[in-house]
């Protein structure tokens, strides 16, 4: 039997910081119901009209982190949501679950570890947090592109930087303080690279410049209701499935210095008998990700009413 005979076995995937837009999640508010509904709970959990921000701008707020980062897991539910709402009875059970960076916190709402209004609070705090370290500890990001996991791994303990997303076989961020990042990245295009770029971020996002982050984190973690994952969530630190509230609080003290090892999780549901990969989130970013690990995998992304209709008349 093929691939494409198999019945679908699904992952939900989650994005993290970077695939926001002024106007993201728009359509979805005026269309839908339960996506209405998630909008205003962000809101009210929040104090702030969120939801203003995301429609209308302005940009410059938009991407202020303690705004972007409950902007982007909102959005996401939002469209989970939906498509719950549009689907009904005949939505698919996702074998696992998984987010980037931030989106780990996504994937945890959705699986039931925690409810939506503790989550978009313990991210709005995270986002306050990881501006304030990035202010105490300045430091950057770099994607290199063309090497793989070992060179990357020489490169930066050559340099002095970290490891900070293993996203995919060729591509691979590193993270830390700008003259060490300067360094890594000559060596990286020294060693090969085919393409090394600066990312335009505002800190040293999972690596040790997060420490003071993480330590303020420490206790809204400890503040929050955790339950065992309704369905396995895939661990950023790891690539393998939490499978209890334990698991997930320790993740999430750790997860702000850990490398996201994106590729590892990916690979860990492939080789888990996942063959539908299902983005929700207002860009195409880890459905890209996911092809460039497999070509040959399902991989699709919802972000509108349009892009819901799409995919569940396919799925008939």
Request: contains cysteine; aromatic residues 6%; charged residues 20%.
């Amino acid at each position: 039997m093929t691939d494409i005979e198999r019945a679908p076995i699904y992952s939900y995937i989650f994005p993290g910081q970077g695939a926001q837009k002024v106007g993201m999640g728009q359509s979805l508010y005026e269309t839908s119901q339960a996506a209405r509904n998630v909008f205003e709970e962000a809101d009210d959990s929040l104090g702030v009209n969120l939801s203003k921000v995301m429609f209308e701008g302005p940009s410059e707020t938009l991407q202020d982190t303690a705004f972007t980062q409950p902007a982007i897991m909102t959005v996401s539910i939002a469209i989970w949501r939906a498509w719950q709402e549009f689907l009904g009875a005949a939505a698919p059970q996702p074998a696992a679950v998984a987010g980037h960076s931030l989106g780990e916190y996504t994937s945890m709402v959705v699986g039931g570890v925690m409810d939506f209004s503790d989550g978009i609070r313990l991210v709005r705090e995270r986002g306050r947090l990881m501006h304030e370290a990035s202010e105490a500890r300045p430091g950057s990001m770099a994607a290199i592109i063309g090497l793989d996991e070992l060179v990357v791994a020489q490169v930066a303990q050559d340099s002095g930087v970290e490891m900070a997303n293993i996203n995919s076989d060729d591509q691979i961020v590193i993270s830390g303080d700008k003259m060490a990042l300067a360094r890594a990245m000559d060596l990286a295009s020294a060693r090969g690279a085919k393409k090394v770029v600066p990312l335009a971020v505002s800190g040293a996002f999972h690596s040790q410049l997060m420490a003071l982050a993480q330590e303020g984190l420490t206790d809204a973690i400890g503040s929050i209701d955790l339950r065992d994952p309704e369905f396995p969530v895939i661990a950023n630190s790891t690539g393998v499935p939490i499978v209890s509230a334990a698991q997930a609080r320790q993740e999430l003290l750790t997860g702000l210095c850990n490398c996201v090892l994106w590729k590892h999780s990916v690979q860990f549901m492939l080789d888990s008998g996942v063959n539908r990969f299902v983005e929700f989130g207002p860009a195409r970013v880890l459905s890209s990700l996911v092809r460039r690990i497999d070509p040959g995998v399902d991989a699709l992304t919802l972000s509108d009413p349009d892009s819901i209709r799409k995919v569940a008349a396919d799925q008939q």
